[in-house]
């Protein structure tokens, strides 16, 4: 018996009355057979039915290929009810990548040319949506026809279709850019929309357009006022506002023309102005229509207390009781922060007050914006902020939010102390999420800042004694402890708690942290370097650190191995030149803070090295660093290095001070740190043990080489 | 805008329009992906997601996500509105539209679409010239179908 062909509705009911997949499937398979065998040797005139069918089964996910030649039928078809399916099918199941969709191209030919404005209306958007470039280039013409034709219907649609073939073949547009002129006269709200739509794309497209269209923003301005001033019209007004959809589009165009030109803007000025303080605020469409203003008036030449008026809307927008105006605003905020940084900066507290927000959207927006906005006299307010929203924010934003404090701390730290207080907090709360760069900075840091030297091997030994699973905070207090453990020892310092702390627990420590199955391999080897180095700073004997340097000996890691054996060999062998070689790590002058390095890398010529106020240039070099740039992200990676200190030593000797200048490392990368820019290689040093005793053979000459490298640099 | 997606609670596609040339896997992917992504969103989050190089606006009304991915350029606010504008075109045509009306008139909902944008792009900004275009391409349907079916009636195919 043969089970009939189940009409649409039936079909649709018995799918979802199926109670599993394989049941739907079971359903599907056999309608399918029915709808294959049908257009084979079906009537034609239920072809359309069958393909309906066919269309509700590939939006449910199944293959539905064979029905694309039954489009082709239908759309040829001299019916409406066939055209309508056809072409909706033809939207659905063809695509410029099978050859099939060309075969179309007649079949809209021939449909845009009869009399029919609904037909006419299927193939124009049927053609706007699946035009592939050749078919665009084929119908051009006929479509260029319909343009100046008379009836609004079809030359609405024309105009958009118009749009789509600048956008696949925009070569076109020599044909398209004409009728614009007479196009924009237009009192029809849709032909407008679509023309102001047109001229956007040609805008965008060539820089020729653009300037042939500067002349008509006085008529773009005088259609966007009357607009505005027209009062309510049942037709077009949303909540108050007459055509939104229109503003918005006359805005973006105007936008686009006034950018970087003097005259259009002061043509658009006091038209902003009136759309800015004119618009209804009560609800989204008003809002969308002032968004939309804002965003023009920061992007053309407009005039200082417009674009101050536009900063104090977005400020409003913070304020907003819907979440999503406030994030629209904190968007914009952070596209205009650089270029009008004081206005926005006026909005700081508030937009703080987003950084609590528990939508993540909204919140990874005030982190970025509130980063942007730290400066040298709200650093440590800023920084307590973002450091509370650190132990508290999502795990994806830890990362950004550590980086960020960690670059704010480097660019505008009031004190040296405060500097190393910053990190190591940020370090104890997110350490795992801190890029590589941080244990090298802040040990650059500590080993600078002489007088806190006492001061940060005590807090970092407690914060070790407390937590060794944070990779970098145990990097860092190991290489600390390595150098500073004389001073550890000494008694009382007396900007921290008195702390008592014998060598054996100072050993057991790091023994512990060498140990632990958290520490990676090259948390170990800072862990093995210090203990060798506390073979010259403590007083006790070095048996036990022998030992433990003994069996590391053999390790079946090679680095720590290659390290132990060298070690020993020091013990053994070259006993008499330890206490040279383990002595403090000289200081290497940075140079500066980073933006001393930009100053430079910018200039190009000697200058000094000293510290210097960086306030006023910072907004500029910020720029040139690139160092906030939203897409960016704040964490950008740098060249990873090797986080051992005496490979900077070593890496440094290994330059050949006779040669030329070495070259500058390009900007902008990314903030540099202490190793790559100083020694100008991009590359990251991976320096051994081997190298730290190779540098001890050219000790004597150290000081010198040094100063003979600093100066070959600032030639440079 | 590149696509726009109506899809219910449990994930069902009900509606997608693509303006964007894509392969149908790259398109099953990208709404995969896309579904999930703000089905797991919480219900007072904000409308707006990066994903990635395009923004998602999207609305629930009732049991059906109406999400458009939008380019950056493009202003976020009036996505909403274009998304609210087709939900009242929506419910003007089926009377107190509710999704089992989009399920079992899919066609409809897609003509519906298509008198209101274009390639995109908002074509027609008056709520009543598109329902005026919808009724007469009804009409004109049915006229096509009338009188084959009285003929049939009759015997006389």
Same mark, same amino acid.
């Given at each position: 018996?043969?089970?009939?062909?189940?009409?649409?509705?039936?079909?649709?009911?018995?799918?979802?009355?199926?109670?599993?997949?394989?049941?739907?499937?079971?359903?599907?398979?056999?309608?399918?057979?029915?709808?294959?065998?049908?257009?084979?040797?079906?009537?034609?005139?239920?072809?359309?039915?069958?393909?309906?069918?066919?269309?509700?089964?590939?939006?449910?996910?199944?293959?539905?290929?064979?029905?694309?030649?039954?489009?082709?039928?239908?759309?040829?078809?001299?019916?409406?009810?066939?055209?309508?399916?056809?072409?909706?099918?033809?939207?659905?199941?063809?695509?410029?990548?099978?050859?099939?969709?060309?075969?179309?191209?007649?079949?809209?030919?021939?449909?845009?040319?009869?009399?029919?404005?609904?037909?006419?209306?299927?193939?124009?958007?049927?053609?706007?949506?699946?035009?592939?470039?050749?078919?665009?280039?084929?119908?051009?013409?006929?479509?260029?026809?319909?343009?100046?034709?008379?009836?609004?219907?079809?030359?609405?649609?024309?105009?958009?279709?118009?749009?789509?073939?600048?956008?696949?073949?925009?070569?076109?547009?020599?044909?398209?850019?004409?009728?614009?002129?007479?196009?924009?006269?237009?009192?029809?709200?849709?032909?407008?929309?679509?023309?102001?739509?047109?001229?956007?794309?040609?805008?965008?497209?060539?820089?020729?357009?653009?300037?042939?269209?500067?002349?008509?923003?006085?008529?773009?301005?005088?259609?966007?006022?009357?607009?505005?001033?027209?009062?309510?019209?049942?037709?077009?007004?949303?909540?108050?506002?007459?055509?939104?959809?229109?503003?918005?589009?006359?805005?973006?165009?105007?936008?686009?023309?006034?950018?970087?030109?003097?005259?259009?803007?002061?043509?658009?000025?006091?038209?902003?102005?009136?759309?800015?303080?004119?618009?209804?605020?009560?609800?989204?469409?008003?809002?969308?229509?002032?968004?939309?203003?804002?965003?023009?008036?920061?992007?053309?030449?407009?005039?200082?207390?417009?674009?101050?008026?536009?900063?104090?809307?977005?400020?409003?927008?913070?304020?907003?009781?819907?979440?999503?105006?406030?994030?629209?605003?904190?968007?914009?905020?952070?596209?205009?922060?650089?270029?009008?940084?004081?206005?926005?900066?006026?909005?700081?507290?508030?937009?703080?007050?987003?950084?609590?927000?528990?939508?993540?959207?909204?919140?990874?927006?005030?982190?970025?914006?509130?980063?942007?906005?730290?400066?040298?006299?709200?650093?440590?307010?800023?920084?307590?902020?973002?450091?509370?929203?650190?132990?508290?924010?999502?795990?994806?934003?830890?990362?950004?939010?550590?980086?960020?404090?960690?670059?704010?701390?480097?660019?505008?730290?009031?004190?040296?102390?405060?500097?190393?207080?910053?990190?190591?907090?940020?370090?104890?709360?997110?350490?795992?999420?801190?890029?590589?760069?941080?244990?090298?900075?802040?040990?650059?840091?500590?080993?600078?800042?002489?007088?806190?030297?006492?001061?940060?091997?005590?807090?970092?030994?407690?914060?070790?004694?407390?937590?060794?699973?944070?990779?970098?905070?145990?990097?860092?207090?190991?290489?600390?402890?390595?150098?500073?453990?004389?001073?550890?020892?000494?008694?009382?310092?007396?900007?921290?708690?008195?702390?008592?702390?014998?060598?054996?627990?100072?050993?057991?420590?790091?023994?512990?942290?060498?140990?632990?199955?958290?520490?990676?391999?090259?948390?170990?080897?800072?862990?093995?370097?210090?203990?060798?180095?506390?073979?010259?700073?403590?007083?006790?004997?070095?048996?036990?650190?022998?030992?433990?340097?003994?069996?590391?000996?053999?390790?079946?890691?090679?680095?720590?191995?290659?390290?132990?054996?060298?070690?020993?060999?020091?013990?053994?062998?070259?006993?008499?030149?330890?206490?040279?070689?383990?002595?403090?790590?000289?200081?290497?002058?940075?140079?500066?803070?980073?933006?001393?390095?930009?100053?430079?890398?910018?200039?190009?010529?000697?200058?000094?090295?000293?510290?210097?106020?960086?306030?006023?240039?910072?907004?500029?070099?910020?720029?040139?660093?690139?160092?906030?740039?939203?897409?960016?992200?704040?964490?950008?990676?740098?060249?990873?290095?090797?986080?051992?200190?005496?490979?900077?030593?070593?890496?440094?000797?290994?330059?050949?001070?006779?040669?030329?200048?070495?070259?500058?490392?390009?900007?902008?990368?990314?903030?540099?740190?202490?190793?790559?820019?100083?020694?100008?290689?991009?590359?990251?040093?991976?320096?051994?043990?081997?190298?730290?005793?190779?540098?001890?053979?050219?000790?004597?000459?150290?000081?010198?080489?040094?100063?003979?490298?600093?100066?070959?640099?600032?030639?440079? | 805008?590149?696509?726009?997606?109506?899809?219910?609670?449990?994930?069902? =596609?009900?509606?997608?329009?693509? +303006? #964007?040339? &894509?392969? @149908?896997?790259?398109?099953?992917?990208?709404?995969?992906?896309?579904?999930?992504?703000?089905?797991?969103?919480?219900?007072?989050?904000?409308?707006?997601?990066?994903?990635?190089?395009?923004?998602?606006?999207?609305?629930?009304?009732?049991?059906?996500?109406?999400?458009?991915?939008?380019?950056?350029?493009?202003?976020?606010?009036?996505? =909403?509105?274009?998304?609210?504008? +087709? #939900?009242? &075109?929506? @419910?003007?045509?089926?009377?107190?539209?509710?999704?089992?009306?989009?399920?079992?008139?899919?066609?409809?909902?897609?003509?519906?679409?298509?008198?209101?944008?274009?390639?995109?792009?908002?074509?027609?900004?008056?709520?009543?010239?598109?329902?005026?275009?919808?009724?007469?391409?009804?009409?004109?349907?049915?006229?096509?179908?009338?009188?084959?079916?009285?003929?049939?009636?009759?015997? &006389?195919?």
């Amino acid at each position: 018996m043969v089970v009939p062909s189940l009409k649409l509705q039936d079909l649709i009911e018995e799918i979802r009355g199926a109670k599993t997949q394989a049941q739907e499937r079971e359903v599907i398979q056999k309608e399918c057979a029915h709808i294959r065998a049908s257009f084979r040797d079906g009537d034609p005139l239920h072809r359309h039915r069958q393909l309906a069918k066919l269309l509700y089964v590939h939006m449910l996910g199944y293959p539905a290929h064979f029905g694309q030649m039954e489009c082709l039928k239908l759309i040829a078809s001299p019916r409406f009810t066939d055209k309508r399916v056809g072409y909706l099918g033809a939207m659905l199941l063809l695509d410029e990548r099978q050859d099939a969709h060309l075969l179309i191209t007649n079949s809209i030919k021939n449909d845009l040319s009869q009399g029919i404005q609904a037909v006419q209306g299927l193939a124009l958007c049927t053609l706007s949506t699946v035009g592939s470039a050749e078919m665009c280039w084929d119908l051009a013409t006929e479509v260029e026809k319909l343009l100046l034709q008379p009836g609004s219907y079809v030359r609405k649609k024309a105009v958009l279709t118009a749009v789509h073939m600048i956008r696949k073949v925009p070569e076109l547009s020599n044909i398209f850019l004409p009728p614009c002129a007479q196009l924009l006269h237009e009192r029809h709200h849709g032909i407008l929309l679509g023309t102001i739509t047109l001229i956007t794309e040609l805008c965008e497209r060539s820089p020729a357009a653009l300037k042939h269209f500067r002349k008509v923003v006085p008529q773009l301005v005088q259609i966007l006022r009357t607009l505005v001033m027209t009062g309510y019209s049942t037709e077009h007004s949303i909540s108050g506002v007459s055509d939104p959809f229109l503003q918005v589009q006359i805005l973006r165009l105007l936008r686009i023309l006034g950018r970087n030109h003097e005259e259009s803007s002061e043509t658009m000025n006091d038209l902003l102005a009136q759309v800015a303080t004119n618009t209804d605020t009560s609800r989204n469409a008003g809002n969308a229509v002032l968004f939309e203003t804002v965003l023009t008036i920061m992007d053309t030449r407009s005039a200082a207390g417009l674009r101050v008026l536009a900063v104090n809307i977005l400020g409003r927008f913070l304020l907003n009781n819907d979440k999503n105006i406030r994030y629209v605003a904190l968007t914009s905020l952070l596209r205009m922060v650089q270029s009008d940084h004081s206005a926005v900066q006026r909005h700081r507290p508030t937009v703080v007050e987003c950084l609590r927000e528990p939508d993540a959207s909204l919140s990874r927006r005030a982190l970025e914006l509130s980063l942007a906005l730290v400066n040298s006299s709200n650093v440590r307010a800023m920084t307590q902020e973002l450091q509370s929203f650190l132990e508290s924010c999502p795990p994806d934003l830890r990362a950004d939010c550590a980086s960020g404090i960690l670059l704010a701390a480097e660019r505008f730290a009031p004190t040296k102390r405060w500097h190393i207080d910053t990190i190591l907090r940020v370090l104890t709360t997110a350490g795992t999420h801190v890029r590589d760069d941080a244990v090298a900075n802040l040990t650059q840091l500590i080993g600078g800042a002489q007088e806190l030297h006492a001061y940060s091997v005590r807090r970092l030994y407690s914060a070790l004694a407390e937590d060794i699973s944070q990779q970098p905070l145990v990097q860092v207090a190991a290489w600390c402890i390595g150098e500073y453990g004389d001073l550890l020892l000494e008694g009382s310092c007396e900007e921290t708690e008195p702390l008592q702390v014998k060598e054996e627990e100072v050993l057991a420590l790091l023994e512990k942290v060498l140990q632990s199955h958290m520490s990676l391999p090259a948390t170990r080897g800072y862990a093995l370097t210090a203990l060798m180095k506390l073979s010259t700073r403590l007083r006790g004997d070095n048996n036990r650190i022998r030992q433990v340097v003994s069996i590391y000996g053999s390790c079946v890691d090679v680095e720590l191995q290659q390290r132990a054996v060298e070690y020993n060999t020091l013990f053994r062998k070259y006993d008499h030149m330890r206490a040279a070689i383990l002595e403090k790590m000289p200081l290497v002058e940075r140079g500066g803070t980073q933006d001393e390095e930009a100053k430079e890398s910018k200039e190009a010529q000697l200058s000094e090295a000293a510290l210097v106020s960086t306030e006023p240039p910072a907004s500029k070099l910020l720029d040139l660093l690139d160092l906030l740039d939203s897409s960016s992200g704040a964490a950008q990676p740098p060249p990873p290095l090797e986080p051992s200190p005496g490979g900077t030593l070593g890496h440094l000797l290994d330059l050949p001070c006779a040669s030329p200048a070495p070259d500058i490392i390009p900007w902008p990368v990314g903030p540099s740190f202490l190793a790559a820019h100083l020694l100008c290689f991009p590359a990251p040093c991976s320096a051994g043990p081997s190298q730290l005793l190779r540098a001890s053979h050219l000790k004597p000459l150290l000081p010198s080489q040094i100063s003979e490298c600093l100066s070959v640099k600032d030639c440079s | 805008m590149q696509f726009m997606l109506l899809f219910s609670r449990q994930g069902k =596609l009900r509606l997608q329009k693509w +303006y #964007v040339s &894509l392969s @149908d896997r790259e398109k099953k992917k990208i709404t995969r992906e896309i579904v999930q992504t703000i089905l797991a969103r919480k219900p007072k989050m904000c409308s707006f997601l990066e994903w990635r190089d395009l923004k998602i606006v999207y609305k629930r009304y009732a049991s059906l996500y109406f999400c458009c991915a939008i380019e950056d350029q493009e202003n976020e606010l009036i996505t =909403l509105e274009i998304i609210h504008r +087709y #939900v009242e &075109l929506l @419910d003007k045509y089926f009377g107190s539209v509710c999704e089992l009306d989009i399920i079992f008139n899919f066609e409809k909902a897609y003509f519906i679409l298509d008198e209101f944008l274009l390639g995109g792009e908002v074509q027609e900004t008056s709520k009543k010239n598109v329902l005026k275009a919808i009724e007469q391409a009804d009409l004109l349907q049915e006229e096509a179908e009338t009188p084959r079916s009285v003929l049939e009636e009759i015997g &006389l195919t």
